[in-house]
């Protein structure tokens, strides 16, 4: 067959970019791909700041991937896997973003989708993701982990893949920020900041670390760090939460699927997992989008929310004196743009269209 597109136009995405690390992608895989991942690091002059005068801070801006959050990663491999082992139709429980990425996939790759949320649990922007790629909704009375419990059972129909992190090829797709972080910083950071819901991506993340420093292409791995929610945090009590609350719906989840993988990432990497509360990450929230000009939907805050909350408490905190700190910010903020319209002020009546009645609107602010 004619090819259409260059290789080069083609060959973009977490499969085309970091194959030789992806030992499931073989060359029967049939990749499925909307050119996700090499997403931005963005230095932040003034966190480093904050954080001190030897420390250089890093954003990896996972909210510009396709849709919107670092799920893509994992996706791409899950959903070109489910392809190549030829299931019809894809699967998975989700707080929002997983099911936004996997209607998309699954879109693309010609399968059905089939997504289990949690009623009126789903920021807005997430749900009209899943509508749009043409996902079928099935929501549930229950949270999460009574939705990621119903998806294990209905598990054993061949003809349908799960497509949540329990499926191992999610994690290695997204073990790929790692590897993009130390090619483009020239070796790991010190310490990295995520925010925890499930405990996949910060298993992920340690995986790739330790992938390349065993194979020599960093000479260290980064501690690393988990933010749960103060209302959502099941591993930093050690049980899991019944009735996670949190304004972060990302990350409302009470008891995560790779806890354990989490758990031996944080002691391996001599890391931790610590608590933010909502006032903490909406106050986050707000000051990335003011001061750095990079606008995240709350469970992405809580990254960041974590190393203020490591400013203001000094040395008891998991920052680093000096070095680099590298957060992850995980999904885009206009997923959820209720969240911050419910707390910004009500908008002035409209003004006649006349010089003057702008400039006294604007004295009047
Ligand atoms: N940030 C965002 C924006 C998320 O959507 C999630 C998880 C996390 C952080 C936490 O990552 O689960 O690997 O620890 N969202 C899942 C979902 C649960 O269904 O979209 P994790």
């Known amino acids: 067959m004619q090819k259409i597109f260059p290789p080069t136009l083609h060959d973009r995405g977490v499969i085309a970019r970091w194959r030789a690390w992806l030992p499931d992608i073989t060359d029967a895989t049939p990749v499925v791909s909307l050119n996700e991942g090499s997403t931005p690091l963005i230095h932040s002059p003034r966190l480093s700041a904050l954080v001190g005068r030897d420390v250089r801070v890093f954003l990896k801006y996972e909210g510009l991937n396709p849709t919107g959050s670092f799920k893509d990663r994992g996706m791409t491999v899950a959903v070109s896997k489910a ?5 019809r139709s894809i699967l998975c429980a989700s707080t929002g973003n997983t099911s936004a990425a996997a209607a998309a996939y699954a879109a ?3 399968l059905a989708c089939i997504v289990l949320l949690p009623a009126g649990k789903i920021a807005l922007g997430k749900l009209v993701q899943a509508i749009a790629y043409g996902a079928k909704i099935v929501t549930i009375d229950g949270n999460f982990d009574d939705a990621l419990q119903l998806v294990r059972e209905l598990a054993d129909d061949p003809a349908i893949a799960i497509v949540n992190s329990i499926n191992p090829h999610r994690l290695e797709g997204q073990k790929t920020a790692s590897f993009e972080i130390i090619a483009e910083l ?3 950071p010190d310490a990295h900041f995520l925010p925890v819901g499930n405990a996949g991506n910060i298993s992920a993340y340690h995986r790739g670390y330790r992938e390349w420093l065993t194979l020599g292409r960093a000479t260290r791995a980064p501690r690393m760090i988990g933010w749960q929610a103060a ?5 930093f009590h050690g049980q899991p939460v019944a009735k996670p609350e949190t304004v972060a719906s990302a990350i409302r989840i ?3 699927a790779s806890w354990s993988l989490a758990s031996a990432a944080v002691a391996e990497s ?4 610590d608590i933010v509360s909502d006032d903490e990450i909406l106050a986050a929230q707000s000051w990335l989008a003011r001061h750095e000009g990079i606008f995240v939907e709350p469970a992405s805050a809580a990254s960041v929310a974590g190393l203020l909350k490591c400013v203001r408490q000094g040395g008891e905190c998991h920052a680093p004196a000096s070095g680099t700190i590298v957060c992850t910010v995980t999904g885009h903020g206009l997923k959820d743009t209720v969240t911050v319209l419910d707390r910004a ?5 409209p003004v006649p269209a006349k010089r003057e009645a702008i400039l006294a609107a604007l004295d009047e602010n």
């Open 254 to 256: 009470g008891n995560p």
């Open 270 to 273: 001599g890391g931790a997992v």
């Open 108 to 110: 693309r790759a010609g």
């Open 83 to 87: 392809l190549e082992a030829g299931a």
């Open 231 to 235: 209302g959502a945090a099941p591993i």
């Open 186 to 188: 020239g070796d790991a």
């Open 345 to 349: 002020a009500a908008l002035a009546p």
